[in-house]
Structures are given as structure tokens and as C-alpha cells.
């Protein structure tokens, strides 16, 4: 079979790539990222030689066996954490949510609407671009303060909190560049009074669920016989969840989150809680959450960078200024440390898949295909974006190696 083949090929690499840069003193992600990236640099230079793997952007099973890794990644997120210290910490991750996503969007808007030509879509090409750089990949921080032992810390309780917070107001943004792409106008207010209503009661939901249904449930869950049983139930829940979240126009990656967050040590006792944990672990890091990060690395698509090379470089310049001085000064304003406040600007820039997602949204929907014929800023806009994502991501757990020690939280 040809996906067992993908799958050999990737785990292969990425296993090596992550342990020379373990052995580096670098972040495991890292080296998975590298390790797509080699791979997609060598595959598109001799693509007769691999044309299965020259083809796996666009093969269906292997795009769902990654939206699989982001569920499990974010499953674990929110096994590890603990509700109440992260409802302690909401005030300050909304605001650390609301800085470091409109700098960035203002700043992507801004730069966009400076630089490119006048057309008819010049309007939705800078809210493309402002949505790209407002977007924080959830599961590429989550990924990185696992791989730094700093996830159940303060300040990472604060990052993934504002994280997610940042999640929700990306779809409310997605969802009107949806509309602007497909109709050519913004979405009214009822519109946007329904999204609003819907991650409102998407909320409401797991919560009422996750406080008061769980709990009485953890009882018949511990006298189940059946082997691994513990395991199952956790991921009916999760799919659950997600399958709510996916109903009412959001992403599946809230359910699987929340219902990580609230399956927690309360549910089951303290030993069967441990051997889920690890299993999900497992899973993620030996398996899926490798494989997802090489995909990313393989999306790198260099033709910007020979096209229009200093647009590229400020654009990535304003995708890190807008977190840093976004997230990182809100978060500094809110009683943090500067290195635990640095740690925040640093690990909400890495953008990571969601970013290539809205960048196809927006090829599919033609909103590079303006002026007529494209000039090389906007021909490459697309490529443009896919770097940004792919750079970040990869430079993201570099800088916060520097700031974070392993296990040690900078706010101590």
C-alpha cells in the first residue's frame, strides 16, 4: 500500500531528525520540521523518482491522518492541563489573545495594502494576508511546551490559554474572508451574531457537560472490564465534542481540546488517569504528531524567495513583530515576567498548518489572480505565505529554547 510506504518513509526521517536535534539541545519538533523539509526539497527536485510522495499534498488519506495528529495533540493538551488554573489565567490570555491577534492583523492588513498593486481584489488580498499573520497554530505551541517539559507550567498554561482564545477569534476573521472570497462583500451583522451564538453555545455545552456529566459518569467508566476501555472513553468523548464543534461551524480542534480538559483526574483515579495520559502520549509523539509536523515541512515552496525576495523577508519580519510586540507586551502589561512575557510573543508566532489552510482558501477562491495578468507580488503571494508559515514554525521552538529552560518556568 502506498500510504504504509508515505508513513515508513516519514517516521524514518523524522525519528532521526528529531534525535539529532534532541542531541543538539534543540526541540524534537525541530528536527521533524527539517526532516520534511529535506525530504520535499529532494522530492520536488527529483519528483520522476518519488511520484507517490511528490503527490501527498493533495492524497486524501494522508491530509486526514494529519488532521488526526492535530486532534490527538490537542487531546493531550487539554489531558494535561487543568481547568481551574487555566480559568485562573483567562483574564490575562484574553488580553494576550486580543494583542496578538490585532497587531498582527492590522500589521499584515497594513503591509499588504502599502505593497501590493491596485485591483479590484486588493481589498480581500490584505485581509488575506492580515488573517494569515493573526493566526496562531494551537497545536505547534502546544507541540513545542510539550517537547520543553513547560506545558503544565504557569506561563505555558497562559500561552495554550491564549492560544485557543486566539483559535476562536480566528474563526470569527476566517469565517469573514470566507464570506468576503465567495460573495465579494463582508457579512452583515446577523452573520456574525449567529457565528457568535454558536461558539457561545459550543461553550456552554462541553462545559455543562465537562462540570456536571462527566464526573457522575467516572464511576460506571472505572468498573467498565473491557481492556483499555479507559482509553475509549476518552476518545469517544473527544470525537464527540468535535463532532459538536464541526456542527456548529467551528474547528474540531476546540472538542478535542475540551474534552481532554475536562477528562481529567477528577474522572478517573489517579493510576488509570496516568496510563491514559501516557497512551495518548504515545500516540501523539511516537506516531502522529511527527508525521503531521514532516507534512508541514514538505509545503515549503521556495519560488518566493526567488521572485520577490525582500517582500518575503519584511513579510516574515511582520509576522514575528506582530506576536512579539502583540502578545509578548500585553502579557509583560498583565504582571509577567520580560523572559516569561518573551516566552509568550515568541510561542503564539508560529503559525504552522492553519495558516497553509487560508492560504488555499484563498487560491481556491481566485484572490491571486488579480491585477490581470498577476505581477510577481501577487503571483507568489500564495508561496509567500506558505515560507511564513513554514518559518515560523521552524524558528519558533529555537527562540523559545533560549528563553525557556527545560522543566523550569521563567515566571519562578
Avoid: C
Amino acid at each position: 500500500m502506498e500510504l504504509l510506504y508515505i508513513l515508513l518513509v516519514l517516521l524514518v526521517l523524522t525519528r532521526v531528525g528529531a534525535e539529532v536535534a534532541t542531541r543538539f539541545g534543540q526541540p524534537a519538533l525541530a528536527g521533524e520540521l527539517l526532516a520534511g523539509i529535506a525530504l520535499g526539497l529532494v522530492v520536488a527536485r527529483y519528483h520522476e523518482l518519488f511520484p507517490v510522495l511528490s503527490e501527498l499534498r493533495d492524497n486524501e488519506v494522508f491530509v486526514a491522518i494529519t488532521d488526526l495528529a492535530i486532534f490527538f495533540l490537542m487531546l493531550y493538551a487539554g489531558i494535561e492541563l487543568r481547568p481551574r488554573e487555566l480559568a485562573r489565567g483567562s483574564l490575562v490570555s484574553f488580553g494576550v489573545a486580543m494583542g496578538g491577534f490585532l497587531l498582527p492583523l492590522a500589521g499584515g492588513f497594513g503591509f499588504a495594502w502599502f505593497y501590493l498593486p491596485d485591483s479590484d481584489l486588493k481589498l480581500v488580498q490584505a485581509l488575506f494576508l492580515g488573517t494569515a499573520l493573526a493566526i496562531t497554530a494551537v497545536p505547534v505551541a502546544v507541540k513545542i511546551l510539550i517537547d520543553l517539559d513547560q506545558l503544565n507550567t504557569p506561563t505555558g498554561e497562559t500561552i495554550v490559554s491564549a492560544a485557543i482564545f486566539d483559535d476562536v477569534l480566528s474563526l470569527v476573521l476566517l469565517a469573514v474572508l470566507l464570506a468576503v472570497v465567495q460573495t465579494g462583500h463582508f457579512p452583515d451583522v446577523p452573520e456574525l451574531l449567529l457565528l457568535g451564538g454558536r461558539i457561545l453555545l459550543f461553550f456552554a455545552v462541553t462545559v455543562v457537560l465537562g462540570v456536571f456529566v462527566i464526573p457522575r459518569l467516572s464511576q460506571w467508566i472505572g468498573a467498565a472490564r473491557v481492556a483499555e476501555f479507559d482509553l475509549s472513553a476518552v476518545l469517544i468523548l473527544a470525537l464527540g465534542y468535535g463532532f459538536l464543534a464541526e456542527q456548529l461551524g467551528l474547528h474540531f480542534i476546540l472538542g478535542a481540546f475540551m474534552a481532554g480538559l475536562f477528562f481529567n483526574r477528577t474522572t478517573l483515579e489517579k493510576e488509570r488517569f496516568e496510563q491514559v495520559k501516557t497512551q495518548v502520549s504515545g500516540i501523539n509523539s511516537g506516531f502522529l504528531a511527527p508525521v503531521f509536523f514532516a507534512s508541514i515541512g514538505l509545503h515549503l515552496d521556495l519560488e518566493a524567495l526567488g521572485q520577490i525576495p525582500v517582500f518575503v523577508l519584511l513579510l516574515i519580519a511582520v509576522a514575528f513583530a506582530g506576536k512579539l510586540l502583540g502578545a509578548g507586551v500585553i502579557a509583560r502589561l498583565s504582571g509577567l515576567s520580560t523572559r516569561a512575557a518573551a516566552a509568550v510573543g515568541i510561542a503564539m508566532s508560529g503559525r504552522g498548518a492553519v495558516e497553509l489552510i487560508i492560504a488555499d482558501i484563498a487560491l481556491r477562491g481566485g484572490v491571486f489572480s488579480q491585477p490581470d495578468p498577476p505581477p510577481p507580488v501577487v503571483a507568489n503571494l500564495y508561496s509567500a505565505v506558505v515560507v511564513v508559515a513554514v518559518t515560523t514554525t521552524l524558528v519558533t521552538p529555537v527562540l523559545l529554547r533560549w528563553v525557556l529552560g527545560p522543566g523550569r518556568d521563567p515566571s519562578d
